[in-house]
């Protein structure tokens, strides 16, 4: 009998599983998000896409809004595969199967496909104990496909490493991997293996940084999460905290350049104040772009690695009073930078070019069938080709 409720309960809540996830996709078809320009020109939302959610509280949907209309992405099949990889399923069937789906794990471009593995259950080893990264390689050209393992050892006992990011260089593949370290401590490495021999070229501690109960620093990578391909420039930040008040306030934050053909890594120095005032950062190409809001603007801080040195801000008034001054919403892509913000009633969109330092378009995004409060996150920004 205790089987027979138990079969029961599990149907039961099977059908108001599947009943919420219908209605709200009925929900979802009725979302009419309309693009109100305020200034800049109209081309550069026409073919642009946002892949977000839409929260009302009672319902939250994963919705992909264009200028013309806002498409329902099914939360099942978006769980099975984002919409990120499905190209990459839909044209490497056989090298995806069986593959996790975090954007740090791989590396693409025109002629090769890589699919790096962490090691597992790595709380079960100890300092100096043998653990391996598995490399799985795709020759698009001559579709020929390699996997091999690499070893390596551990310096200090761990809880789990995380790959952040995968770049090719001279047929090297060069991995920044942060350890969580057993104590709490934390720890970035530059991992390079050669391709050509798949060996371990060298394994080097970038950064290290301690926590204990009265200070707690924290590791931020600015690099974009949904870009497979290559990057010259990885840029991260170690940022202080004190930890014995409930609001944890800020005491330092310093910034430093990797780059990835050459292994330097430099510190960057921000303008005054904006190392503590920084809202959103992120690195597009050849650029770092930070960015925060003040009562009355919003400031956007263009950084040219290459050349090191910082252009002259962009400056853009508020259309109309902002209800929440974090800077949730921005992206880097394709030489722009896109900042969407909640007013009282609906969110602005403004679209900057990065190295003119110029506002291509800024417009009011509206929810017309809106019944309640409802909240946008914008996840990436993308333009949508022929």
């Known amino acids: 009998m205790k089987k027979y409720w138990q079969l029961l309960l599990i149907v039961g809540v099977s059908v108001v599983t599947v009943s919420i996830h219908y209605i709200q996709v009925a929900n979802a078809k009725n979302y009419h998000i309309t ?8 081309k550069y939302v026409d073919s642009l896409l946002i892949e977000g959610n839409i929260d009302e509280g009672m319902t939250y949907n994963s919705v992909i809004i264009g200028k013309d ?68 390689l795709l020759d698009k050209v001559k579709n020929d496909r390699i996997t091999f393992d690499i070893q390596s050892k551990l310096n200090k006992k761990v809880n789990w490493l995380t790959v952040h990011n995968i770049t090719v260089v001279n047929n090297e593949v060069k991995l920044l991997v942060r350890h969580y370290l057993n104590n709490g401590d934390e720890e970035f490495y530059i991992v390079i293996i050669d391709l050509d021999k798949q060996q371990l070229v060298s394994e080097t501690s970038i950064e290290t940084v301690t926590n204990d109960e ?60 904006l190392e503590i005032d920084i809202q959103s950062g992120t690195v597009d190409n050849n650029y770092f772009v930070a960015a925060r809001m003040t009562d009355t603007d919003t400031w956007i801080y263009r950084y040219n690695i290459g050349q090191q040195r910082w252009l002259e801000p962009i400056t853009v008034p508020h259309p109309e009073k902002f209800v929440n001054k974090e800077m949730n919403n921005t992206y880097g892509y394709n030489g722009k930078f896109y900042v969407l913000n909640e007013m009282e009633k609906d969110f602005v969109l403004q679209i900057f070019d990065i190295e003119k330092g110029t506002t291509l378009y800024e417009g009011i995004l509206s929810k017309k069938d809106a019944k309640q409060k409802y909240y946008i996150w914008a996840n990436r920004f993308l333009e949508q080709t022929e």
């Open 35 to 42: 693009f109100d320009k305020i200034s800049g020109d109209d």
């Open 214 to 273: 009265a200070m707690y620093t924290n590791l931020e990578i600015y690099n974009q999460y949904h870009n497979l391909g290559y990057e010259k420039y990885l840029i991260y930040s170690t940022t202080l905290y004190n930890a014995e008040h409930e609001v944890r306030n800020i005491i330092s934050r310093q910034f430093k350049v990797v780059n990835m053909e050459t292994n330097e890594i430099t510190p960057l120095e921000l303008p005054d104040g």
């Open 69 to 136: 209309k806002t498409t329902l992405v099914d939360d099942f099949k978006y769980q099975e595969a984002p919409l990120l990889f499905r190209d990459l399923i839909e044209q490497n069937k056989n090298f995806m199967r069986g593959k996790g789906f975090s954007a740090t794990n791989y590396f693409e471009d025109e002629t090769k496909l890589v699919y790096v593995e962490e090691p597992n259950e790595t709380w079960k080893l100890n300092e100096g104990d043998s653990y391996s990264y598995r490399f799985d």
